[in-house]
T-cell receptor
Framework: GAVVSQHPSRVICKSGTSVKIECRSL??????MFWYRQFPKQSLMLMAT?????????EQGVEKDKFLINHASLTLSTLTVTSAHPEDSSFYIC?????????????????FGNGTRLTVT | DQQVKQNSPSLSVQEGRISILNCDYT??????FLWYKKYPAEGPTFLIS?????DKNEDGRFTVFLNKSAKHLSLHIVPSQPGDSAVYFC?????????FGSGTKLNVKP
């Protein structure tokens, strides 16, 4: 089946530094990727929709200057947490939808990475 | 504003019995619903889906029921197996976005 690789799986960084998380679709191309954040015992909260070749679309309340998203190719999206603070500590997970452009519709499966546990000290 | 809610954080069921996982939503514009299954240390994987124009979809041991008037959907697993033990997320789809519930941890006891 389709695989999405997310790296790193865990990262610990100091407050004020930046952290980059990569999301790669390994055996399919994805026009659209999504970034989620999960707090303990809470929903996967959609942060932003990453579209290849264009700017990401951020959900209300998500700081686009803090969470930089780049989707430079059809198989790679990156999330950079800039000037990280302890309150940014969380579980971040990406997902990619199979299909390109018009072939990617609402019933195209979503494939998830295994997530990144970010701890900011 | 949580558009999809799973009010039961956990469920324990005996092997061979039926597991029923529930999900409520507030957004009447969702036109597609999905269930994902998640094992520890892994990302969620797609399980089954249902279009908003249907009220039932069945795939093997898994059946999803949709009650639009009540804004409620449920996942039935019959018969339940120990390997079904995982966290189950329901999600609603609308305008190119998926909105997830907080998950229900299912434990199927041998």
């Amino acid at each position: 089946g389709a695989v999405v690789s997310q790296h790193p799986s865990r990262v610990i960084c100091k407050s004020g530094t930046s952290v980059k998380i990569e999301c790669r679709s390994l055996d399919f191309q994805a026009t659209t990727m999504f970034w989620y954040r999960q707090f303990p015992k809470q929903s996967l909260m959609l942060m932003a929709t990453s579209n290849e070749g264009s700017k990401a679309t951020y959900e209300q309340g998500v700081e686009k200057d803090k969470f930089l998203i780049n989707h430079a190719s059809l198989t790679l999206s990156t999330l950079t947490v800039t000037s990280a603070h302890p309150e940014d500590s969380s579980f971040y997970i990406c997902s990619a939808r199979e299909g390109l452009g018009a072939s990617s519709s609402y019933n195209s499966p979503l494939h998830f990475g295994n997530g990144t546990r970010l701890t900011v000290t | 504003d949580q558009q999809v809610k799973q009010n039961s954080p956990s469920l324990s069921v005996q092997e061979g019995r039926i597991s029923i996982l529930n999900c409520d939503y507030t957004n009447s514009m969702f036109d597609y619903f999905l269930w994902y299954k998640k094992y520890p240390a892994e990302g969620p994987t797609f399980l089954i889906s249902i279009s908003s124009i249907k009220d039932k979809n069945e795939d093997g041991r898994f059946t999803v029921f949709l009650n639009k008037s009540a804004k409620h959907l449920s996942l039935h697993i019959v018969p339940s197996q120990p390997g079904d033990s995982a966290v189950y997320f329901c999600a609603g789809y609308n305008f190119n976005k998926f909105y997830f519930g907080s998950g229900t941890k299912l434990n199927v006891k041998p």
